[in-house]
């Protein structure tokens, strides 16, 4: 099942001003962000959450949360392939991982790109990431993340434990949403 995301480059603008006779000059507002939004959908295309990514100079910014999920601790992931075919999301593939690290900051081998912290689901069905994925970059680099077969965020069943790979024994994938540049 592949589903409609957003990729949007804005442009950064440029303003001049001039005041009785004397320029301000131009002032320009920084480079243009770049940014991917999807939403996780389950097996049944029910909505299960939205993520965005960020790319900024330290490395790619996700923000996800997760909704209508029973309370609990749930692994979510970067997926190497912008593919999300229910109901087991297989298709999305492995986790991005072209460091080829293993898997899980508490892993002496780890963590690799792909890598993201549980996200708390509380009695209410609602939880949220807002994490910092130091020198991933959605575009650009010699490793993008959204490459010509994109890329995935999945939402397994289980918590990650943050060391077994290749996924931090976190059980099957439960939701799934589509990266893609345009």
């Known amino acids: 099942m592949r589903r409609a995301f957003a990729v949007g480059v804005p442009l950064a603008l440029l303003a001049g001003c001039s005041h009785s006779g004397t320029s301000l000059g131009a002032t320009r507002a920084g480079p243009p ?3 991917a939004t999807t939403q996780l959908l389950g097996p049944n295309g029910e909505l299960r959450g939205t993520a965005t990514l960020s790319q900024r100079p330290e490395g790619t910014l996700v923000r996800a949360r997760i909704e209508g999920m029973i309370a609990g601790t749930y692994a979510i992931h970067l ?3 912008g593919k999300c075919e ?5 298709s999305a593939g492995g986790h991005f991982n072209p460091t080829m690290k293993m898997h899980g900051k508490d892993n002496p081998m780890g963590p690799h790109l792909g890598d993201l912290p549980n996200v708390v689901v509380g009695p209410g069905g609602t939880g ?5 994925v130091p020198g991933l970059m959605l575009v650009g680099g010699t490793a993008p993340l959204l490459d010509a077969d994109g890329a995935a965020v999945v939402l397994h069943a289980g918590p990650d434990d943050y060391k077994t790979d290749p996924s931090g024994a976190s059980g099957d994938r ?9």
């Open 79 to 81: 997926h190497s392939v």
């Open 174 to 182: 439960i939701a799934c949403g589509v990266l893609a540049a345009r």
């Open 33 to 35: 962000p770049i940014e």
């Open 86 to 90: 229910g109901p087991k999301f297989t």
């Open 128 to 132: 949220t990431v807002d994490f910092t």
